[in-house]
């Protein structure tokens, strides 16, 4: 596996120990209980979750005003906790503060700590740890259908067009622009041309591309490893920037060591660049050439998948090309351009032969 993925995992895992450190002990056994079946991000993100969860019972419910601190909850207290707590939980992550910062919370953050308590209940419930499963009788919070943002064909255009060209850009963007022209522009081209995630894109190395069959290895979710394939415009950005700008700036600082010198995509100070990097450059070139539009990578992402999906009309295909291990997933984020085949469908059909 890619080094990028190793040591991100390593530095997950890491903070992961930290914040389950503050934890109630018994909160060791869940983590440990599902980590087969889990990620290292995905258990972190519950930790994060069950870190509020828990101040919120600490300062919140009567039933443990006693308590100095969160590591004194013990398993049974989770009997202790009625529906009315969860519920007010549940409205207390609109907006609440912890550790001095103030937080806030839409349908969709609730929706995810909401789930994360009742995965933590349900594992204690299911392994007879605690004798009933009250979050099970929490409703989930309505989750509203999004607007599904992408770029049209000519906003794609336009987005490359100012990433090569530099119009429309303050003049210090431009100067950075000038010195990162042909990554850019690479990274963007790979994205829209191919549909990998960011974390797919950063993690890249030069040894992952054979331009003889115009392939490469990604790194997926989980860990998995899967060949993907790009085109002639895809292979010609990326070999105007390996060797040119990419060669050029490791000539530049042969004298220095550099750790990452197989990574794909570098940053000026001769870095692996990052995801937060690549989000900025493509929110920057997006203001651009999209200002009424908010892109990121996955909404690059999503133009790919909707691109390919007009053009073969096999929503399998798709699914298989983005990754996605469940094709109705592949169906929640492009579904609206079924709109396309109603209106082709609305044309098609005739009631009567045409009469002079």
Same mark, same amino acid.
């Given at each position: ?52 969860? *828990? ?8 039933? *443990? ?55 933590? *209940? ?65 990274? &963007?081209?790979? &994205? ?165």
């Amino acid at each position: 596996m890619a080094n990028y993925f190793n040591e991100r995992d390593k530095s997950v895992t890491r903070r992961l120990r930290e914040i389950r450190d503050t934890l109630p002990e018994f909160c060791e056994e869940f983590f440990v209980g599902i980590e087969p079946q889990t990620t290292a991000l995905t258990r972190l993100n519950y930790a994060y979750d069950l870190r509020i969860f *828990f101040d919120f019972l600490l300062h919140n419910v009567r039933a *443990f005003r006693g308590y100095k601190d969160v590591t004194e909850f013990t398993i049974e207290d989770l009997s202790k906790i009625t529906l009315v707590n969860l519920e007010s939980y549940l409205e207390y992550l609109s907006y609440y503060e912890y550790d001095g910062k103030e937080y806030t919370n839409g349908d969709k953050g609730k929706a995810r700590k909401i789930s994360t308590v009742r995965t933590f *209940f349900k594992y204690f419930f299911n392994h007879d740890r605690i004798p009933s499963n009250i979050a099970a009788k929490l409703t989930m919070p309505k989750q509203h259908d999004k607007d599904i943002i992408r770029l049209e064909h000519r906003e794609v255009e336009r987005i490359l067009d100012v990433a090569e060209t530099g119009d429309g850009m303050s003049e210090h963007q431009r100067k950075i622009q000038r010195n990162t022209r042909a990554r850019d522009v690479a990274i &963007l081209t790979l &994205l829209l041309g191919t549909g990998i995630r960011v974390s797919e894109c950063v993690g890249l190395n030069t040894s992952d591309i054979d331009f003889e069959t115009n392939a490469f290895t990604v790194t997926r979710k989980g860990g998995n490893r899967a060949i993907l394939y790009f085109g002639d415009e895809v292979a010609d950005a990326l070999k105007y920037y390996i060797y040119g700008e990419r060669q050029a700036l490791i000539n530049r600082c042969e004298k220095v060591e550099i750790k990452d010198r197989d990574a794909l995509f570098l940053s000026l100070q001769v870095h692996r660049i990052s995801v937060r990097a690549v989000e900025n450059l493509v929110k920057k070139y997006a203001i651009a050439a999209a200002p009424l539009k908010k892109i990121s990578p996955h909404k690059l992402r999503s133009t790919f998948g909707t691109n390919l999906y007009r053009a073969t009309g096999d929503i399998y295909m798709v699914a298989d090309v983005l990754g996605h291990r469940d094709v109705n997933t592949t169906k929640k984020h492009y579904a609206a351009i079924e709109e396309d085949h109603r209106k082709i469908a609305a044309q098609v059909v005739k009631l009567r032969d045409n009469k002079s």
